[in-house]
């Protein structure tokens, strides 16, 4: 088995998610949730969308800057499921009006609490959850309270910050 092949499939098989451009280039970083609070703490690049946007033209933003700056695959994931009960088939029918932040006077944290207010019926929000920033109702949460708090740190024991 060639070393790198077999260098990946260590890597797969300990837990690691692995991100590479091209076969030169591998970087790997376990994604926890430690990891996913620290992107979340991040400083926020500049964000600025006028009008109506549709949520996932943010999140990719918010995603790919969070990546580049961990070196982790860090995702948003839709909980599809809940998100079909209330009558969302695609994140792409969820729309924030008029997001904008000048570069580095919030967290990505601060940004996504203040986007996901703005979503009702339902009221939305993200949670990290088995390595992804996993975007569901606050119903959900209630129904579901081994998940971690929306929008925070990972324990659901302490009272959550409600975005």
């Known amino acids: 088995m060639p070393l790198r092949l077999l260098l990946v499939s260590c890597l797969l098989l300990s837990g690691r998610i692995a991100v590479a451009s091209n076969t030169a280039e591998l970087r790997t970083r376990l994604v ?9 703490d991040l400083p926020c690049p500049e964000v600025d969308f006028p009008g109506d946007v549709p949520l996932p033209d943010i999140l990719d933003l918010l995603q790919r800057h969070m990546s580049d700056e961990t070196g982790a695959a860090i995702i948003f994931h839709a909980d ?3 998100l079909e009960l209330e009558g969302i088939n695609s994140l792409d029918q969820v729309t924030v009006k008029d997001v904008r932040s ?3 006077t919030q967290s990505v944290r601060q940004v996504l609490k203040l986007m996901f207010e ?7 929000t993200f949670v990290p959850y088995q390595g992804r920033l996993v975007v569901t109702t606050l119903a959900r949460l209630k129904i579901r309270p081994v998940w971690a708090k ?5 324990s659901a024991t302490t009272s959550p910050d409600v975005v």
């Open 80 to 82: 599809l499921v809940e």
């Open 102 to 104: 000048p570069a580095g």
């Open 118 to 124: 703005q979503t009702e019926e339902p009221a939305l």
């Open 150 to 154: 929306p929008g925070s740190t990972f």
């Open 32 to 40: 926890t949730l430690k990891v996913l609070d620290a992107a979340l």
